[in-house]
C-alpha cells in the first residue's frame, strides 16, 4: 500500500500551472469559478456523511479527489493573482505617466490664460483689428482670435479628459487591488484545506494499514463482482445484435445478406439514427443531472494498493441521492438486466449504438419501448454503506466499449 498517489496528483497539478500562465485573466477567471464550484459538488455529493471506518478505502479516494481539485484551484488562483500584479504595475505606470501629462497640460493651460488675461482684453482685441492696414489683414487676424480661442477651449476639454482618465485608472487599481487581497487570501485558506485534508487522508492510510488483507479482500470481491456483470451485459449484446440480426434478415427475404459478426444490420431509419448519434459526438447530455465522476474509463491502477488493476467499463458517477438516470439520446430499449441483488441495468440501442445505465435501484421500462433525449431511466440506486448514489455509465459501438466522457458534454 501506498501514499503516493496523493502527492503525485499534487505534484502534476502544480506543473500544470506553466501551461494555465498562458491563459487571460478572464479565462482563469472563468476557470476559478468552476473549480469553486466542483469543490462545493465534491463536498455535497462525497462528504454529506461522516465517513465510517468501513469506508476508509471510499474515503480515500474521495479525499484524494478533492485535493486534486483544490491543488488545481491554487494554480489557478496563482496564476490570476500573477497576471493581476502585472495589470496593477501596469496601471501604476499609465497613472505616473497621465499625471505628468495633466500636470504639464494645467500648467501650460494656465500660463495661456494668464498670457491672454493681461494681453488680450476686449479693448485690446478691437484694437489688434482696427490697427491692421487692410482688410485682408483683419480678416486674417480674426481668424487667428478665432483659433487662439478654439485651441483654449480644447486644451480645456483635454485636461478635463485626463482628469477623467486618471480617475478612472485609480478607480480600476482600487477594484484589482481588492480582488488581489481576496484572491490572496482564498489561496492561504485553500492551502490550509488542502493541509486538512492530507492529515485526514494519512489517518485513514493508518486505519487500512491495520486491516489491510480485509480492505484487499473486499476490493478484490467488488472486482469479481463488476467483471461478473460485465461479462452478462457483453452476453446479452451479442445474443440481442443476433437477434436483431436474424429478424433483419427474415424481413429482407435474403440469405445473401453479408452479416458481419457482432455488428448490428441496420434499416436505413436505424443507419439514420446512428448518423445522427454520431454527429452529436462531444455534445451529447450527461446521463444525470449534476454528479462527479469518480472512476474514468479503461484500466487503472489501484491508487492504494499496487498490483491490482481497475477495468473501468465506462463512467462512474457520483449524484444526488434520489436523482434518475437520463437518456442521453433517443432510442429504444434494447434489455433490462436484473442482478442477483435486485439492481436493474438500462441497455438503449441507438442505431449501432448502445447506452447502458447501470446501478439502478428501480426502472419502469421494459424491452422495446422507445425513449427520447433526457426521459428518465430509473432512479439510481444509493449505498446503504457509503451513502453514495452513484451510476456506472457505458457507451457500446456494436459490441466495442467506448469511451463516454469522449461522447458527453465537457463539464
Do not use: C
Amino acid at each position: 500500500m501506498s501514499t503516493k498517489p496523493i502527492y503525485i496528483s499534487i505534484i502534476v497539478f502544480f506543473l500544470s500551472i506553466l501551461s494555465v500562465f498562458s491563459q487571460t485573466r478572464k479565462q482563469l477567471e472563468a476557470q476559478r469559478k468552476k473549480l469553486n464550484k466542483e469543490i462545493v459538488q465534491v463536498n455535497n455529493l462525497l462528504f454529506s456523511v461522516k465517513k465510517k471506518e468501513k469506508n476508509a478505502l471510499d474515503a480515500l479516494k474521495d479525499i484524494d479527489k478533492k485535493i486534486a481539485v483544490r491543488a488545481r484551484l491554487i494554480s489557478i488562483i496563482n496564476a490570476e493573482a500573477l497576471l493581476l500584479s502585472k495589470e496593477i504595475t501596469a496601471n501604476q505606470s499609465s497613472v505616473k505617466k497621465l499625471e505628468a501629462k495633466l500636470k504639464a497640460l494645467k500648467a501650460d493651460y494656465a500660463e495661456m490664460i494668464f498670457k491672454s488675461y493681461k494681453s488680450k482684453s476686449q479693448q485690446s482685441r478691437m484694437m489688434f483689428l482696427l490697427s491692421s492696414q487692410n482688410f485682408y489683414q483683419a480678416y486674417k487676424r480674426l481668424e487667428y482670435m478665432k483659433q487662439y480661442t478654439s485651441f483654449r477651449q480644447k486644451q480645456g476639454e483635454e485636461i478635463l479628459v485626463k482628469t477623467n482618465e486618471v480617475k478612472a485608472i485609480n478607480d480600476s487599481l482600487l477594484v484589482q487591488k481588492r480582488l488581489k487581497d481576496t484572491l490572496v487570501l482564498s489561496e492561504k485558506n485553500q492551502k490550509e484545506e488542502i493541509e486538512a485534508d492530507k492529515k485526514e487522508y494519512e489517518q485513514l492510510i493508518t486505519t487500512i494499514k491495520k486491516k489491510e488483507s480485509s480492505y484487499k479482500k473486499e476490493l478484490q470481491n467488488k472486482i469479481k463482482e463488476e467483471a461478473s456483470v460485465t461479462k452478462k451485459i457483453d452476453k446479452i449484446i451479442r445474443d440481442e445484435i443476433a437477434r436483431a440480426n436474424r429478424i433483419a434478415k427474415e424481413k429482407l427475404k435474403s440469405g445473401s445478406k453479408k452479416v458481419v459478426k457482432n455488428e448490428f444490420i441496420l434499416s436505413p431509419e436505424a443507419k439514420a439514427l446512428a448518423a445522427n448519434f454520431e454527429l452529436n459526438k462531444g455534445k451529447l447530455p450527461w446521463p444525470v443531472d449534476q454528479g462527479i465522476v469518480v472512476r474514468k474509463f479503461g484500466q487503472q491502477k489501484h491508487p492504494t494498493f499496487p498490483g491490482i488493476t481497475i477495468n473501468g467499463t465506462g463512467l462512474h458517477i457520483v449524484t444526488k441521492q434520489g436523482n434518475n438516470a437520463l437518456a442521453i439520446f433517443n432510442g429504444s430499449v434494447l434489455n433490462v438486466l436484473v442482478t442477483a441483488q435486485g439492481k436493474k441495468n438500462v441497455l438503449i440501442q441507438h442505431g449501432n449504438y448502445i447506452s447502458s445505465y447501470n446501478n439502478l435501484q428501480s426502472s419502469s421500462l421494459k424491452k422495446g419501448d422507445f425513449v427520447t433525449t433526457g426521459q428518465k431511466i430509473g432512479q439510481i440506486f444509493t449505498d446503504k454503506v457509503s451513502n453514495k448514489t452513484k451510476l456506472i455509465f457505458v457507451l457500446f459501438k456494436n459490441t466495442t466499449r467506448l469511451n463516454p466522457a469522449d461522447w458527453i458534454l465537457k463539464r
